[in-house]
């Protein structure tokens, strides 16, 4: 089955810095790959995806981009502010079976 | 509207109580999910019900025993848990599960406490 890595797992910043959180996957039959924010108390919102036949997506601060060749997706964000302190998860899925990354704790000082 | 709501919110039960966690959606979805979700770690899938049929079961014990009545409803049967089996039980849906939109929304989630 499908097997996704993040990192780090940890991630602290100044605000107004940048954030990048990387994030492998084995199965290259997956074709979707999206970004969770999960805060406190809540469940995961769906902040940015990509698909296999884009290599960059870009919504203002938060962009990713995915490398098919090398299974490897990445989250940057920029501009961070404090607001942006959650966990964020990766996830790679083939239709309705989606397999999260561990995630990474974000913490963005002010 | 991306909602979806999740009752109760919180919930305590004792190993030998039968309760129902529930899942509600109104966008259309046809395609519904449970997930369970440890402290600190990533959601785990547990159940997919794919225009109300089971389609992925992910060898998960039969204490819990997913139902899926109509399109916009989920339920998840529990009973005879364990303490170990306390966790944050999140359910989520996406448009179609048979075409190309796979995104998934959650709901806030339920969370699980078996004394």
């Known amino acids: 089955g499908e097997n996704v890595e993040q990192h780090p797992s940890t991630l602290s910043v100044q605000e107004g810095d940048s954030a990048v959180i990387k994030c492998t996957y084995s199965?290259?039959?997956?074709?979707?790959f999206p970004w969770y924010k999960q805060e406190l108390g809540k469940g995961p919102q769906l902040i940015i995806d990509?698909?296999?036949?884009?290599g960059e997506k870009k919504d203002q601060r938060i962009a990713v981009t995915l490398n098919k060749t090398a299974k490897h997706f990445s989250l940057h964000i920029t501009e961070t502010q404090p607001e942006d302190s959650a966990v964020y998860f990766c996830?790679?899925?083939?239709?309705?079976?989606?397999?999260f990354g561990a995630g990474t704790r974000l913490t963005v000082k002010p | 509207d991306t909602e979806v709501t999740q009752t109760p919110k919180h919930l305590v039960m004792g190993m030998t109580n039968k309760k129902s966690l529930k899942c509600e959606q109104h966008m259309g979805h046809r395609a519904m999910y449970w997930y369970k979700q440890k402290a600190k770690k990533p959601p785990e899938l547990m159940f997919v019900?794919?225009?109300?049929?089971?389609?992925i079961n992910e060898s998960v014990p039969s204490r819990f025993s997913p139902e899926c009545p109509n399109s916009s409803l989920l339920n998840l049967h529990l009973h005879a848990l364990q303490p170990e089996d306390s966790a944050l039980y999140l359910c989520?849906?996406?448009?179609?599960?048979?075409?190309?939109?796979?995104?998934?929304?959650f709901g806030p989630g339920t969370r699980l406490t078996v004394t």
């Open positions: 989520a849906s996406s448009q179609d599960p048979g075409g190309s939109s796979y995104e998934q929304y």
């Open positions: 199965d290259s039959a997956s074709n979707y």
């Open positions: 996830a790679a899925s083939i239709r309705d079976d989606m397999r």
């Open positions: 019900y794919s225009y109300e049929k089971l389609s």
């Open positions: 990509i698909r296999s036949n884009v």
